[in-house]
């Protein structure tokens, strides 16, 4: 800890040792530690309260495959931790020129990054990957610290620029190059600092029948960050009978084929196998965890399903059934 005066009210107070910035609690007046500097700041405001949120959790998970049927009766929170977690937030620009024979063409990049100001939270990575609202936010006021945790910034604007013009530039880049078959190049980058953020998270420790699960809501736009649920008998059995299934299939098949093409049926067989374990990795680790994880971030783009969103496309295809009502929006 070191100590540090407002340079606009006067006020002394601790800050952690690897502070750049500072909010004074006592006027909320925000400055570069080292230059005095003013420094604009913003916070989001909780649009989704405790409640909301924890109903927005148990709908989501509810939706998902698999889950225990007395999941919302027997879910019971243990723990709330509102965390203002502090982001700082980029106007960038990017122009990129392709060079095609003769004719060039030129594509743009417009976008509002945020950039994680803070590391060591276990969900680190989930920050650098959220879709954070950018409308909404408004000037901060100190007297949000007491509704929940605060942390200062501990990664500069600097580095957090850096990070954002090489987001942009390889943004636009792979636009250029899925669009155009010439040599493309960046001819404009252009990432202009609006300022730092804190932004509300909703950390949630849940049970159900006395196993500890948790997860994570955005406190302004409720979307679920993360959460991880369980995994009904029904569902568990599923995924291992399917696994052993494709297992089982594959290495049957890999026998034929290798007596058919090379007359060796016992290395089509282990060609088979070695290949359908390792596809099947996923459902039969899911399958004997007692967890599965999922988040609104999955988006459609997104060409990996989770074992669970796959086991549910199966049994929708081939008719199997649990009695475990499925929705599941493709
Ligand atoms: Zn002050």
Redesign the pocket.
Known sequence: MKQVK??????T?DVIETASFST??????TFNIQTLQEWTHYFFPVYFNQNSAWLKLRSFILRRYGVPHDFYESSNINNITLHYVPLHIFHAEAEATCQHKKSSATYHKVLDLTVPAYSGFWFDSILRSHKFSVRGKTFFKPSILEKGKYYPPSISSESAKNLSQSIITSLVLREANESCRGYSQVSKVDVNYIGLVHYPIWEFYYSYKNESFKGLIDGTNGRVMFVEYPLSREAKTFLLVSSVAIVTASSLGGMLIGLVLVGNAILGFCLGLVGSLASSAPLLLTAFSLKERGSEEISKKDSLLSAVEWASLVEKFIGFRTNVPITFDL
């Open positions: 407002c340079p606009n009210c006067g006020a107070f004074c609690p006592y006027c909320g007046y």
